[in-house]
């Protein structure tokens, strides 16, 4: 049975992860803040090229990029938390449909989809449960020109 700081713990981070999803799908870098810990490393480099380093670097990039786009969600579920005192792991499915700006024969928006997971380390600070690393591993991409597709190895289990 979980006690009752290990519910509140999960509760936290499952909490963190959809903010993430909220300031991301926003763009709101403020609330952004809140999710990573100051000196947190950040790997990207599943779906962008040389998209990797310290959250401030990394935050400039997502706010560059995320706001020219026509619009993109971030589902996150199967939240599988391992948690040890004041730090944790995690392994987070996302889903992540995005608009892009080209427009079918018939005129209509393309949807693309990319399918991965994010590993965290999480920490516990003052403010609460922080992302300190996140890597994102790639499972598919759905709907791309093939050209924004980086070509990578499905990862196994």
Known sequence: MLSLQEISDRLEIMMLLDRYGGAIDRVDMELLDT?????????????????????????RRLKEGLSLSIGHQHIMCNKEIWLDG?????????????????????????????????LDDYVRTPDGWR??????????????????????????A
Do not use: Q
């Open 35 to 59: 999710v990573f810990t100051p000196d947190a490393w950040i790997d990207y480099t599943a779906f962008v090229i040389d998209f990797k380093g310290p959250y401030p670097e990394v935050r």
């Open 131 to 156: 992302i300190k690393t996140r890597v994102e591993e790639r499972c598919f991409s759905h709907n791309f020109p093939s050209d924004m597709v980086i070509p990578r190895p499905m990862p196994r």
């Open 86 to 118: 004041d730090t944790a792991k995690g392994r987070i499915l996302c889903l992540n449909p995005m608009m892009r700006p080209e427009t079918d024969a018939g005129g209509r928006p393309c949807v693309g989809f990319h399918g991965l997971w994010y």
